[in-house]
């Protein structure tokens, strides 16, 4: 950012942040796509999602540290070359955005098919947009505060939501993992499901303003968050098979907003407990939105800077406007059903995959540039 | 200059948000513009292929009523309660022929009761559910119930117990431990159930009382499908529900053994299926747990209590066991054994396609056990 | 401030040519002032026209012209305008026409000693002042004062002979400079001017008319201290000394605002407050170029990168035992004269939840209330939007006969829920303003019956329904329940924002609007201190004091945030028998009864 003093966040507040990156997305399609192509197996198939995000994770994080005092986008012309570099920065901002539009899409379908049926999608979007823009307007601090403190309490929700719908389990028998292993379904239903992993690709902007001497914690952190998301869906995973059962959880639209509208408690204040916790998952995705603008702004005025140079705040703007207009490119759900299947997924595992290699490989090879890079942000360069 | 144009614009902001606000706008819509439609009724229509819908909502009378006093207007008299219909080809038809019947909107987010008509069509059945599937403001969690006498004469009954018919059905089944049998069946489990090969559904049936009586819910209704099948009086009814572990207050009653009358039936069930060869053994266990109400003799003897176990439990699987030759002969699966098996070993169900060709040949065996638990409370 | 204070720092040279100027204005005036009344008289003899005017003309010129002479003496004897001269007559002169012409400025001339008669004046502020020390123990022991002969001989060390031996008063300073003789004369102090001294004694005979210490109002507790603070700086300082007998404690003194020269006083515990907070506070406040400080909140601007936010960001408290308590855990306290508040920071949105009541019992009653306070502010910031949103926008999530009552209470009313609550909203806080300024008696009153009359008319007019009317009053009494004032004001603010995204979105707009305010919480900072702290960075040990208040053996170290130089607080308290036998020695050999 020029011009504007680093912020530097906490291992914690990065672990959160990242976490936050990549949930908002396939959360609502959770479990379909695994389940609809491997039946039971699906817990396999979405267990393998968490081993492969694992991997994914540790490679971008070893990507991060060729030139830790510098984001991707900052550094990938002079390492890449120019024209590379730029390609890369250009892929990485379109990216970004495909998934927020998306996120926010998708989200505003579900709350407005069963909770606002007379708002206009954009309204719903646009508001939505409108708040996760103002979250990451204060700039990295503020954002990484706002969502350490939105998650404790989301936290607990979410426990207590798994508890209530486990209430209306009705086969014990299917929390029992399958025997039934289909391999080709299960890398089937993996690489569908992979959905909901996509998106923490977001470090290689992120991690240079992690604290100094913090930064082997923060990539400890993030595994441990990795680890609670798999574990929290698992439990949610079985609550929705005991509930419905394979079949009706493949027919499913959003099967985890349809588990939350069975949860209804008789004499209560709020009796549709369950349909408030969806509309409290607003704070999941307004995060994912919100830590999408932040880096696109970011990426953004690095990747102008060559041509002009945008503040910060200015390029949160313009990300936030792209975003509420990309809403218009999606007449309805099973368009942007369509849409995540054969562009997000590929298009995301391939630069989840392909940067880290890119980056390692020539590192290795210009070993002398490297270095350069490193120590020239260690003298204070400003980011 | 710009302050001017702030200034101004702060002004045409508050003038667009008071005249928004005055008009009203898109979700916002007060209670009282509202009509709460509480209970819905799906029949088949006179016109060939079309189905009439009743939507029954209260009245501002009835809410008045219900709520004590009202602070205004209402307190008049006149029945606390109003059907409206609508007849079309689809849901969607036949609800706005009813919303052009009345000045409020037709709001289902507090649905809680559906009826559907015994003499709908199959395929009339599937338009509804997945209609029904699909409305967005319409929970999953209202209760889904058959009839096959008219919406007036099951849903608009005047009650005693209850202002509103439909709240008393909601009552009865969410009381688990209110009823003899917990029958109460929701839509999305209507819907799973419906979804889900190698299990059919099975609904309550509400029948109209005698005269002068509130509606009785001691039926039920079999399917295949989309199918109506049959409808199952009391006795049947009680075999259902130990069979699906789904009995709460039962009682028996042993004539020829010391006249011993248990009580508090209740009681789990585990399923198990085996494929074997062409057909299926399943295996129904059934954990009983009963309550010693009266014996004709003073105080009872271990070997009067091992008799009364030993006799009770085979009364109980004959019982069962006919009842579920009886679903066999319907083609209905109410316990879910294809399900059961697709689960445990999805290949083999694969297999058993139609399971509605298999179902019929299933062997069933009943393995009941009975635990006499509590012997009253002076003896 | 002096009117030629700014000539004083103009260099030696030119001071002969200034003396001439002078010297030339003052035989003007005296020439203008000649002219004047010569004039004065032929109109009078001409005309019978009122000539007030004129005459404050004729009085202000001699005035000068005496003002002026006084100057010009001084400037003779000590080469400097600002400096006193040593003349006892110039001085008496320079006061009476500067200062003097105010009826409570007291100018009084006298002579030391009895058998030498050396001259002496002195001022003071009457009212400020301590009438004793001035009559006793500085005229009297004077003007009796036998060895005055002493002084008569070195007449350039004569104040210091008074300050060894005669004025019997405990603080006696020395002060040459006008400009500051003249601020001290007004902050209540008795200046002594002797012959032949370019010297001023200052005698301290502050004696301000205060308040004396009262219970607390805006912060009462039942079991804890009854003190409040009076307006004076110096109580203030005692209030707190009291509590807290360190040493380290340090009060750092700045003098703000350009007429009021309010006494401000920064302090801290040396060693423990992080000296980053107290320099970047004292940086702050010396930019602070204010004409003049009555509250303190005109400093707030200048202590705070935000002022421009909802929330409050400095925490003001006129109870010292809160004070002490959070000086103790590094914050700093910053104290103004005349005003019984002192301000604490930096804050975090926490602190302003915590009152002494939670430390004064038990922590299951601190946790309670705590969990109370936030329940309140729960209520009157969320009832009404929740209201709106679940009666018009998603009635889905409430249980079905809350709905029908809720439906049956609304039928036939006219307005929809939003002017509902405006129509109540507006009402409530009519009342409120009106029982806040009128007189204790009244208010009472007005309450009772605002809320019952007006209640009960409302409802049976048929405008608002009788729910609204339990909604409303408990949204008005829920945001009250926070223990500080200043914190009911932001959430009242907001308050609007929700019921107006309640209206178009419904839960789903106030769960908007809470996140927006959650990042507004969390983007704010003071001192570099985040105002979500504990929460936002996440502080695991410092959560044991915020919605929960644990056990005191519990909480034995200080606020991470406020990064003190001493983060334990409290020694490790061994509870087991154990650890620590002799403690348990009298309880076991009970035991044996």
């Known amino acids: 950012m020029p011009g504007q003093k680093l912020a530097r966040i906490s291992a914690g507040q990065f672990a959160t942040m990242i976490t936050a990156g990549y949930l908002g997305l396939g959360i609502f399609y ?354 | ?357 298999v179902y019929p040949h299933v062997h069933f065996i009943v393995k009941t056990a009975v635990k006499i638990n509590k012997m009253g409370d002076l003896k | 401030m002096w009117p030629f204070s700014r000539r004083r720092n103009q260099s030696t040279k030119q001071k002969p040519s200034e003396g001439e100027s002078l010297s030339k204005a003052m035989a003007e005036a005296a020439a203008l002032s000649q002219n004047v009344n010569t004039a004065d008289a032929a109109i009078q003899y001409t005309s019978g026209t009122d000539l007030t005017l004129l005459k404050d003309i004729i009085t202000e010129t001699s005035t000068l012209e005496e003002r002026l002479s006084a100057f010009t003496t001084d400037l003779a004897g000590s080469g400097s305008l600002d400096s006193f001269s040593g003349n006892v007559a110039s001085a008496y002169e320079r006061l009476k026409n500067t200062v003097g012409q105010s009826p409570d400025i007291i100018i009084r001339r006298f002579f030391i000693g009895t058998t030498v008669r050396i001259p002496a004046v002195l001022a003071f502020v009457d009212g400020l002042t301590d009438s004793q020390i001035i009559d006793q123990d500085t005229i009297m022991v004077s003007q009796e004062y036998d060895r005055a002969y002493a002084i008569s001989q070195d007449p350039k060390r004569a104040h210091q002979i008074v300050h060894d031996s005669v004025v019997a008063s405990g603080h006696l300073t020395v002060e040459a400079s006008w400009q500051k003789l003249l601020v001290k004369l007004m902050g209540g102090n008795t200046i002594l001017f002797i012959e032949g001294t370019e010297n001023v004694l200052v005698v301290d005979t502050v004696k301000y008319p205060a308040r004396s210490i009262s219970t607390p109002t805006a912060e009462r507790t039942v079991l804890g201290s009854q003190e409040a603070f009076n307006e004076v700086i110096l109580t203030q300082m005692n209030l707190i000394r009291m509590r807290m007998k360190t040493p380290d404690l340090h009060f750092d003194n700045i003098s703000l605002g350009r007429l009021s020269h309010t006494n401000v006083a920064i302090a801290h515990i040396e060693g423990l407050t992080n000296p980053a907070i107290v320099s970047a506070a004292k940086q702050k406040l010396a930019v602070a170029d204010l004409a003049e400080v009555q509250s303190g909140q005109e400093l707030v601007p200048y202590l705070t990168d935000r002022a421009n936010t909802l929330f409050p960001l400095i925490r003001r408290s006129e109870r010292p035992d809160v004070v002490a308590r959070e000086l103790s855990m590094g914050k700093i306290a910053i104290l103004v004269d005349n005003t019984p508040f002192v301000m604490l920071m930096p804050n975090t949105l926490m602190d302003f939840y915590q009152t002494i009541e939670d430390y004064t019992m038990n922590s299951w009653y601190g946790t309670l209330e705590r969990l109370i306070r936030f329940l309140g502010l729960f209520l009157g910031l969320l009832l009404p939007p929740l209201y709106i949103a679940l009666t018009s926008v998603n009635p889905d999530l409430l249980p079905t006969k809350m709905v029908l009552t809720i439906a049956g209470s609304r039928v036939g009313l006219p307005l929809p829920p939003i002017f509902e609550v405006l129509t109540m909203w507006a009402i409530i806080e009519v009342l409120r303003e009106a029982a806040l300024r009128l007189p204790k008696e009244l208010s009472n009153t007005l309450g009772t019956v605002g809320a019952i009359v007006v209640g009960t008319a409302i409802v049976k007019a048929g405008i608002v329904s009788p729910l609204m009317i339990v909604i409303i009053t408990l949204t008005a009494l829920g945001l009250f329940t926070s223990p500080s004032y200043e914190m009911a004001a932001p959430w009242r603010v907001l308050f609007w924002l929700l019921i107006i995204v309640s209206y178009f979105l419904g839960l789903y707009g106030i769960i908007l609007a809470l996140l927006l305010i959650l990042g507004h919480l969390a983007s704010l900072e003071v001192f570099g201190v985040p105002y979500l702290s504990p929460f936002g960075p996440y502080h695991g040990r410092d959560m044991r004091d915020t919605l929960v208040r644990f056990p005191e053996p519990m909480m034995t170290k200080r606020p991470t945030y406020l990064q003190s130089l001493k983060p334990k607080k409290a020694g490790h308290y061994d509870a087991t028998p154990d650890e620590s036998p002799s403690i348990y020695q009298i309880a076991q050999e009970r035991t044996h009864d």
């Open chain 1, 30 to 383: 959770f479990p379909r796509e695994a389940v609809s192509a491997a039946g039971r197996g699906g817990l396999y198939a979405f267990w393998l999602d968490g081993v492969i995000a694992f991997v994914l994770m540790r490679l971008i994080f070893q990507m991060n540290r060729v030139v830790p005092h510098e984001t991707f986008s900052g550094f990938a012309s002079d390492l890449l070359s120019k024209p590379v570099g730029y390609l890369l920065g250009l892929y990485t901002i379109l990216y970004h955005l495909a998934l927020a539009v998306s996120a926010t899409v998708l989200f505003s379908m579900v709350l407005g098919n069963i909770f606002l049926p007379s708002t206009p999608i954009w309204a719903i979007d646009g508001a939505l947009t409108v708040t996760a823009m103002s979250i990451a307007w204060g700039g990295v601090a503020g954002l990484a505060r706002t969502l350490q403190a939105s998650y404790i309490p989301l936290l607990l929700l979410t426990v207590l939501s798994i508890i209530l719908a486990a209430v209306s389990i009705r086969h014990p028998i299917l929390l029992v993992p399958s025997g039934d292993i289909r391999i080709a379904a299960i890398l089937h239903g993996a690489y569908r499901q992979f959905l909901i992993f996509i998106g923490f690709e977001l470090s290689v902007t992120l991690y240079p303003f992690v604290r100094d001497g913090d930064q082997k914690k923060a990539e400890r952190y993030s595994y441990y968050g990795l680890l609670g998301i798999m574990v929290a869906l698992t439990m949610q995973y079985e609550v929705i098979m005991g509930v419905f059962g394979p079949y009706m959880t493949s027919q499913l639209r959003w099967p985890l907003a349809s588990t939350y509208r069975i949860i209804s408690i008789s004499g209560f204040y709020i009796s549709k407990l369950g349909t408030l916790l969806i509309v409290l998952w607003t704070i999941v995705v307004a995060a994912f939105v919100s830590v999408r603008l932040w880096c696109l702004a970011h990426d953004l005025s690095v990747f102008l800077e060559a041509f002009v140079p945008i503040r910060y705040n200015l390029g949160i703007i313009l990300m936030g406007a792209a975003a509420i207009l990309g809403t218009f490119l999606f007449p309805n759900a099973k368009v942007a059903d369509i849409w995540n299947e054969t562009w997000l997924i590929p298009f995301g595992i391939g630069y989840l995959v392909g940067i880290p290699l890119i980056v390692l490989t020539v590192a290795s090879i210009r070993k002398k540039k490297t270095l350069h890079l490193q120590t020239l942000t260690e003298d204070g360069k400003e980011l």
């Open chain 2, 1 to 357: 200059m710009i302050k001017g144009l702030i200034r101004k614009l702060a002004a045409l902001f508050m003038l667009l948000l008071l005249s928004v606000t005055l008009s009203g706008c898109w979700d916002d819509m007060p209670l009282d513009t509202r009509t709460l439609v509480l209970a819905m009724g799906f029949y088949p229509a006179k016109k060939p292929g079309q189905i009439t819908v009743d939507f029954s909502f209260p009245t501002p009378t009835g809410l008045t009523s219900s709520n004590g006093a009202g602070s205004g207007g209402g307190g008049g008299k006149g029945p606390s309660f109003d059907t409206l219909s609508g007849t079309g080809y689809t849901l969607a038809q036949a609800f706005s022929a009813a919303q052009a019947k009345t000045n409020r909107d037709l709001y289902l987010g507090h649905t809680i009761l559906l009826v559907f008509s015994t003499h709908l069509k199959a395929h009339q059945f599937n338009l509804l559910m997945n209609a029904l599937d699909r409305i967005g403001t319409l929970d999953k969690t209202p209760f889904v119930a058959a009839v096959s006498a008219p919406f007036s004469k099951v849903v608009g009954v005047k009650m005693t117990q209850e202002e509103f018919p439909a709240l008393y059905f909601e009552e009865l089944f969410t009381c688990a431990l209110c009823t003899q049998f917990s029958l109460g069946v929701r839509l999305w489990d209507a819907s799973n159930r419906l979804a889900t090969p190698g299990v059919d559904l099975v609904l309550p049936e509400i029948t109209p009382g005698a005269k002068g009586k509130g509606p009785e819910v001691d039926h039920i209704a079999l399917y295949r499908g989309y199918h109506y099948v049959a409808t199952l009086g009391h006795s049947e009814t009680t075999a259902y529900s130990m069979a699906a572990g789904k009995s709460r207050k039962s009682s028996l009653y042993f004539p020829h053994h010391w006249h011993a009358e248990f009580n508090a039936v209740s009681n789990n069930m585990h399923l198990h299926v085996d494929p074997k060869g062409s057909t299926v053994d399943v295996t129904v266990s059934l954990h009983f747990t009963e309550t010693l109400e009266s014996l004709d003799t003073d105080t009872e003897s271990a070997h009067q209590l091992a008799v009364l176990s030993r006799v009770s439990s085979a009364a109980i699987g004959r019982r069962i066991l006919t009842f579920l030759e009886k679903t066999q002969k319907d083609d209905s699966d109410v316990l879910g054994v294809g399900r059961q098996l697709s689960w445990i070993d999805p290949t083999a169900f694969r297999k058993y396609r139609p399971w509605h060709r």
